[in-house]
Every structure is written in structure tokens, then in C-alpha cells.
Nanobody
Framework: TVQLEESGGGSVEAGGSLRLSCTAPGYTSTKCGMEWYRQIGGAQREWVSSIAPDGGPTYADSVNGRFTISEDEDKGTVYLHMTSLKPEDSGVYTC??????????????????????WGQGTQVTVSS
């Protein structure tokens, strides 16, 4: 099955910035949108941001004005640029391709899922 891959997590001080990336190594897809979620401690996973197929972004209130989601279609990469980070932003950030996404391998075998496709997450730690 398609496995998304996140990168760019790490440790920063409060007020710092990080840029997360999400790709689907070995696969290509048409623009179909992407979502970012985070899980903080043992809390339930929460939605952070989405980018629509037309590039339109939406954000959770907690990150609006500080985070920016974008997509480089040529690179097949979706980014989450996080600025003015706070300790409460610490957590595991995961990207998810929505069910509308179809990923195709070089052999032209394509996959889609009514559940979408998830990555395994990248850790973000913000110290005060």
C-alpha cells in the first residue's frame, strides 16, 4: 500500500520555525489535496491544516496565522511551514492523503483507498 513519508521535524526553541515535508516515494498523483494532523502526548489526533486540489488552504484556529501549507506539484511534495512555534505545538505531525487521491507507480499500477493514505509521522519538539 502507499506509505506517505514526512520529514523536517526536530527540536526548536519557542518562537522558532520548522518546515515539514510530505511525499509519496515511488508514486505520482494528480493534485488531490493533503491534510496535516498532529497528536500531542496521549491526546486524540487533531487536524491542523488542509490544502485543497485547487491550492486553497485551511487551518485550525490554533495555528492560523503561524502555519502555512503549500504544495510543489513538480516535486510531489506538500509542505507545512510552521513559524512562531509554541511549546504546545510539540507533538507528532502526520500527513494524510484524502480518499480522492490516486497514487500510481512507474508500472502504472494505481492505488486509492476510501480511508486515504497516512504517513508515520515526524516529531516536533518546541522548548520554552
Amino acid at each position: 500500500t502507499v506509505q506517505l513519508e514526512e520529514s523536517g521535524g526536530g527540536s526548536v526553541e519557542a518562537g522558532g520555525s520548522l518546515r515539514l515535508s510530505c511525499t509519496a516515494p515511488g508514486y505520482t498523483s494528480t493534485k488531490c489535496g493533503m491534510e496535516w494532523y498532529r497528536q500531542i502526548g496521549g491526546a486524540q489526533r487533531e487536524w491542523v491544516s488542509s490544502i485543497a486540489p485547487d491550492g486553497g488552504p485551511t487551518y485550525a484556529d490554533s495555528v492560523n496565522g503561524r502555519f502555512t501549507i503549500s504544495e510543489d506539484e513538480d516535486k510531489g511534495t506538500v509542505y507545512l511551514h510552521m513559524t512562531s512555534l509554541k511549546p504546545e505545538d510539540s507533538g507528532v505531525y502526520t500527513c494524510k492523503a484524502p480518499p480522492e487521491c490516486t497514487y500510481c507507480a512507474p508500472d502504472h499500477i494505481c492505488q486509492s483507498s476510501r480511508f486515504g493514505f497516512w504517513g508515520q509521522g515526524t516529531q516536533v519538539t518546541v522548548s520554552s
